[in-house]
């Protein structure tokens, strides 16, 4: 009868730890355009700051004083974003050339 309680607890203790990790949500990163890619693409990932990473579902995609290349949400840009800045500085054009989702805020200053 032992077994069956330490194994029942086992099996109950790995289920949970499986579901907290997997529902653990995803951190989100702010993503900033510095038009640095060869077009105006959302989707040319080296238009976007750092280690020229795309924004995802779960980022910010900030348009700023560091660039004010145009900016242009294209069919290859599959995903929305969370929140969607255009701060104050940024003089660029952003042209929505397909459907797209902000789940969150969006702030123009």
């Known amino acids: ?34 038009g640095g890619g060869a077009t105006n693409n959302w989707s040319e990932c080296a238009n976007w700051d750092g280690p020229d990473i795309c924004p995802g579902t779960a980022d910010v995609a900030t348009f700023s004083a560091t660039s004010t290349k145009n900016a242009t949400i294209d069919a290859g840009f599959t995903t929305g974003v969370t929140t969607f800045n255009i701060n104050a500085g ?20």
Do not use: C, E, N
């Open 1 to 34: 009868m032992k077994l069956s309680l330490r194994l029942f607890l086992g099996i109950a203790f790995v289920t949970a730890t499986a579901i907290l990790v997997a529902a653990h949500p995803a951190f989100a990163a702010t993503r900033t355009w510095d």
């Open 90 to 109: 940024y003089t660029g054009i952003i042209t929505q050339a397909r459907s797209f989702t902000v789940s969150g805020v969006t702030t123009f200053a």
